[in-house]
């Protein structure tokens, strides 16, 4: 398993600063960023995403590949002007598995933080960052329940379950970075 490397950056979008972990592939540094596009002395432009990790009963991810695409991605995608990012979240998701994460299970379901991955944004130019704000269904009743209603709406070509064995050259960066992370947390086989 390759080493994974840790940067923090400090928010400064908002209000208060703090420092936001992030995973990432990159040399550990301190750089200030704004949560829109900017720049750091290398130049680097930023994507800001929204995505959600979705877990089955039998341990797996799930993961979604758009018509024409060769790999597979974390479900999700960007604000709208003035929406939240559970707003969004929801929205995305109608749109890419239609099904609505706060509605479609018995069980009362609410959404919560999970992580922030950061990494080159597949086929962008280089220096192009992604940065993925990860969510994920809580409580683990109403998640499990959700396994069974998620479809490829028609944006997605095909819904995938995998565990930590998938083909990793099928996964963005960001989506390798996701899968590592779940396993080592032991949320995933």
Known sequence: MAARLYRA??????PHLFILP???????QFT??????????EQ???IDKLALI?????RQQLVARSYGKEVFYTPGGKREQGETDIEALVRECKEELDTDLLTSTKTPASI???????AQAYGKPEGTMVRMQCYRVTPVEAELELESLVT??????????????FDRSKLTVTGIMILDDLHEKGLIN
Do not use: C, H, R
């Open 54 to 58: 979705l877990i089955n009963s039998k």
């Open 9 to 14: 950056f400090l928010v400064t979008s908002i």
């Open 22 to 28: 992030t995973i990432t592939s990159f040399t550990p």
């Open 112 to 118: 919560e933080p999970y992580g922030v991955f950061e």
């Open 32 to 41: 200030q960023l704004n949560m829109s596009s900017s720049t750091t002395n």
């Open 152 to 165: 490829a709406s028609e944006e997605v070509e095909e819904l995938m379950w995998i565990d930590s064995t």
């Open 44 to 46: 680097k432009s930023y």
